[in-house]
């Protein structure tokens, strides 16, 4: 027997056939985006191969109209529209992405979405050119949500959740790629800043910020702003850039213009995969309907944002202090040297002429300072130069923890061996060597995960 369809409702009228012989009620066997590709396809708006509500007695909002005058709070009057949308949280996103890329993607994606890092790294080619900078800091000045999505937008999204990362590459014009960027930071479940994040700034100092805030949230802001710090920007427009990103990464993020709305993007050509479908078996079909155009929700002039200025303050200067003192490394992590601490009293606010020799910022009145190692592929142009000796002290070094140290000497041999520096026999024996101390697993699980590891039985060099 054939499944229904809307055409063979339609053209045999079935409902009428049904009221004939006395069927009264229908179970629906089908599964949600079932043989999507048999017959007249499945219906884009319920999954189905038919609109459920063609076969239905009557309408469910009079159905329940009975029921709400004996029990006043038994239906929810808010509005439920596009709740069949899932919002997934920022944890949540980069848990999946450690699940799925493996190797050096892995280890460079650890702490950054990948979508993030690509969008992020065309756009840093981009910003070479001086007209195309301008056009990045003012889409990023000026954004205030989308009322539409544009069909360009979602061409572009649908490319990327079907598995097509290369087509990022392949645009000539940022204003797209910002907007893409900025709606996917809109549209967590949680902002990226959260409140108690905001609550650390006002208490804690930049550089005790630097090893105590959550590794994805931190890489991914100087992520973010890794296309400004090749490019001479005035310090106006660079104070509006880090106070655009201030309301967009955290919970006053509502008050935007266009604020994120749930609601389903189908491209034209294009068609997500369906749940059970592989990205690889994705068929062009037409939707059979259009993203509706997003209104705003607040009410008043939706121009002016109402944020909390002082709230935001510290967020902004945190921005600032990762601009001028750090660059994204090749995990997106703040890279720095001799980055000192510096007093909120009697410094004055410079955000000119900033480039890369801010990378080292030297102070009087303190002298701490962080090192991060950062892991680069072995290559034979550059020649390795000894590190500088540090100057004999009073205070005897602190040696790391074992498994840390190991940990460390284990990613060292892993990046260098995928850079061809040692043979397979040598790379193996000096893994094994590495791992045959007395906590070879945690030093495999300080290294790379548990996720990636796995159990300790299973997990053998």
Same mark, same amino acid.
Request: charged fraction near 20%; charge should be negative; include cysteine.
């Given at each position: 027997?054939?499944?229904?369809?809307?055409?063979?409702?339609?053209?045999?009228?079935?409902?009428?056939?049904?009221?004939?012989?006395?069927?009264?009620?229908?179970?629906?066997?089908?599964?949600?985006?079932?043989?999507?590709?048999?017959?007249?396809?499945?219906?884009?708006?319920?999954?189905?191969?038919?609109?459920?509500?063609?076969?239905?007695?009557?309408?469910?909002?009079?159905?329940?109209?009975?029921?709400?005058?004996?029990?006043?709070?038994?239906?929810?009057?808010?509005?439920?529209?596009?709740?069949?949308?899932?919002?997934?949280?920022?944890?949540?996103?980069?848990?999946?992405?450690?699940?799925?890329?493996?190797?050096?993607?892995?280890?460079?994606?650890?702490?950054?979405?990948?979508?993030? #890092?690509?969008?992020?790294?065309?756009?840093?080619?981009?910003?070479?050119?001086?007209?195309?900078?301008?056009?990045?800091?003012?889409?990023?000045?000026?954004?205030?949500?989308?009322?539409?999505?544009?069909?360009?937008?979602?061409?572009?999204?649908?490319?990327?959740?079907?598995?097509? #990362?290369?087509?990022?590459?392949?645009?000539?014009?940022?204003?797209?790629?910002?907007?893409?960027?900025?709606? #996917?930071?809109?549209?967590?479940?949680?902002?990226?800043?959260?409140?108690?994040?905001?609550?650390?700034?006002?208490?804690?100092?930049?550089?005790?910020?630097?090893?105590?805030?959550?590794?994805?949230?931190?890489?991914?802001?100087?992520?973010?702003?890794?296309?400004?710090?090749?490019?001479?920007?005035?310090?106006?427009?660079?104070?509006?850039?880090?106070?655009?990103?201030?309301?967009?990464?955290?919970?006053?993020?509502? #008050?935007?213009?266009?604020?994120?709305?749930?609601?389903?993007?189908?491209?034209?050509?294009?068609?997500?995969?369906?749940?059970?479908?592989?990205?690889?078996?994705?068929?062009?079909?037409?939707?059979?309907?259009?993203?509706?155009?997003?209104?705003?929700?607040?009410?008043?002039?939706?121009?002016?944002?109402?944020?909390?200025?002082?709230?935001?303050?510290?967020?902004?200067?945190?921005?600032?202090?990762?601009?001028?003192?750090?660059?994204?490394?090749?995990?997106?992590?703040?890279?720095?040297?001799?980055?000192?601490?510096?007093?909120?009293?009697?410094?004055?606010?410079?955000?000119?002429?900033?480039?890369?020799?801010?990378?080292?910022?030297?102070?009087?009145?303190?002298?701490?300072?962080?090192?991060?190692?950062?892991?680069?592929?072995?290559?034979?142009?550059?020649?390795?130069?000894?590190?500088?000796?540090?100057?004999?002290?009073?205070?005897?070094?602190?040696?790391?923890?074992?498994?840390?140290?190991?940990?460390?000497?284990?990613?060292?041999?892993?990046?260098?061996?995928?850079?061809?520096?040692?043979?397979?026999?040598?790379?193996?024996?000096?893994?094994?060597?590495?791992?045959?101390?007395?906590?070879?697993?945690?030093?495999?699980?300080?290294?790379?995960?548990?996720?990636?590891?796995?159990?300790?039985?299973?997990?053998?060099?």
């Amino acid at each position: 027997m054939q499944r229904p369809s809307t055409r063979l409702i339609s053209e045999y009228k079935l409902t009428s056939k049904f009221r004939q012989l006395g069927i009264g009620s229908i179970f629906n066997l089908e599964e949600f985006g079932e043989h999507a590709s048999c017959g007249d396809g499945i219906e884009l708006t319920s999954g189905f191969s038919y609109l459920p509500e063609t076969l239905f007695v009557l309408q469910f909002e009079e159905y329940v109209k009975p029921f709400r005058v004996y029990f006043p709070g038994i239906c929810s009057k808010s509005p439920t529209e596009y709740s069949s949308v899932s919002l997934i949280a920022f944890e949540t996103f980069l848990e999946n992405q450690r699940r799925y890329f493996h190797g050096k993607e892995q280890r460079q994606l650890r702490f950054v979405p990948k979508v993030v #890092w690509a969008i992020v790294e065309k756009l840093t080619e981009m910003c070479e050119k001086e007209d195309m900078a301008t056009r990045v800091v003012d889409a990023i000045r000026y954004f205030e949500g989308l009322a539409v999505v544009p069909e360009k937008m979602i061409d572009l999204q649908a490319e990327i959740n079907s598995g097509n #990362w290369s087509i990022v590459n392949s645009f000539t014009d940022p204003i797209p790629l910002v907007h893409t960027l900025l709606y #996917w930071i809109t549209s967590l479940k949680d902002p990226l800043v959260l409140s108690t994040h905001l609550a650390s700034l006002q208490t804690s100092d930049h550089l005790t910020l630097l090893h105590q805030m959550d590794k994805g949230t931190l890489h991914t802001l100087n992520t973010l702003l890794n296309p400004f710090r090749s490019i001479s920007t005035p310090p106006s427009p660079l104070r509006d850039v880090f106070r655009s990103l201030a309301v967009l990464t955290t919970h006053h993020r509502t #008050w935007l213009k266009y604020p994120f709305k749930p609601q389903l993007l189908y491209a034209k050509d294009i068609l997500p995969p369906l749940p059970g479908q592989k990205s690889s078996k994705v068929r062009s079909r037409q939707a059979s309907e259009r993203p509706v155009e997003v209104v705003p929700t607040q009410s008043g002039d939706p121009g002016v944002l109402m944020v909390d200025k002082s709230e935001l303050e510290p967020l902004i200067a945190f921005l600032k202090f990762l601009y001028e003192n750090c660059r994204a490394g090749a995990d997106g992590r703040p890279l720095s040297e001799d980055v000192n601490t510096v007093g909120d009293e009697g410094e004055e606010d410079q955000m000119s002429g900033i480039g890369p020799a801010a990378l080292v910022q030297e102070s009087a009145a303190a002298r701490r300072e962080v090192r991060t190692l950062q892991l680069t592929p072995f290559t034979s142009t550059h020649s390795l130069t000894a590190l500088p000796s540090s100057p004999l002290t009073s205070q005897t070094p602190q040696t790391p923890h074992p498994s840390t140290y190991w940990a460390s000497v284990l990613i060292l041999l892993d990046t260098l061996t995928e850079a061809k520096a040692f043979s397979e026999p040598t790379s193996h024996s000096l893994r094994k060597l590495c791992l045959q101390k007395d906590q070879g697993i945690e030093i495999a699980y300080e290294a790379y995960g548990r996720e990636e590891v796995g159990e300790a039985e299973g997990y053998k060099r």
